[in-house]
């Protein structure tokens, strides 16, 4: 702890970078999987195929993702580009799973009643559906940023920056106090990301509280 408090400006410059080389790929797999999610989301076939493509590719270990990227891409292996696509893809990988089953959860009722008032699938899906589905997919957006933080980390063993770099200078100079500050850090920031993705999740969702309350009054009464 002591560690931290004495570089915080280093541990400043190092969150913000994590936080680039993790939040970005959230944002673009959450664009990817959304639309991608809901498209495969009525039709057996595709989201089956969906599923078990996603699940090879999140089989595949991170390191070695960063590392044969290169070979596939035009970077090279210390470019930040490979822990952005790599993490992208994980990060489809499992919201472009999560999406459907978000859809699942909403009332048949809610949706034979916007179908009954006029609404065609496209709108349905958009005003309707997705809406109604957020606090599920809030639930999988926060386990994957939480993920996404953590294997950042994993790209300072080939030299990536972030707070994961703390982890391999202490190994090298045997500083077991870099090291937990490092792990302190990682978890702090997980833990604001996540906090602050369920408040955004909750502010999207207003309806929700509304709910609680009338539940909350009506049990009030009913006492």
Not at 133 to 157: D, F, Y
Not at 163 to 178: A, H, I, M, P, R
Not at 195 to 207: C, N, S
Request: proline letters at 5%; zero cysteines.
């Amino acid at each position: 702890m002591n560690y931290l408090l004495t570089h915080l400006d280093d541990a400043w410059e190092l969150t913000v970078i994590h936080l680039w080389l993790s939040l970005l790929p959230l944002a673009l797999g959450l664009a990817i999987a959304v639309p991608l999610g809901a498209l495969v989301h009525r039709t057996t076939v595709l989201r089956r195929i969906t599923t078990i493509s996603a699940s090879i590719v999140f089989t595949i270990p991170s390191l070695a993702l960063f590392v044969a990227l290169p070979l596939i891409i035009p970077t090279t292996i210390l470019s930040p580009t490979n822990v952005i696509v790599a993490l992208t893809l994980y990060t489809v990988a499992l919201l472009v799973r999560a999406v459907p089953e978000a859809l699942d959860a909403v009332p048949a009722n809610v949706l034979d009643a916007a179908t009954a008032v006029g609404y065609k699938p496209l709108t349905r899906m958009l005003k309707v559906e997705l809406p109604l589905a957020i606090p599920v997919m809030v639930a999988s957006l926060r386990v994957v940023a939480v993920t996404n933080i953590s294997m950042v980390s994993v790209g300072s063993v080939i030299g990536i920056g972030g707070l994961g770099t703390w982890f391999t200078e202490g190994y090298q100079s045997d500083k077991s106090d870099q090291i937990i500050a490092g792990i302190i850090a990682i978890f702090v920031l997980a833990l604001v990301i996540d906090t602050l993705i369920m408040f955004a999740g909750k502010a999207a969702t207003p309806w929700t509280r509304v709910g609680h309350v009338s539940k909350r009054a009506a049990k009030a009464g009913a006492a």
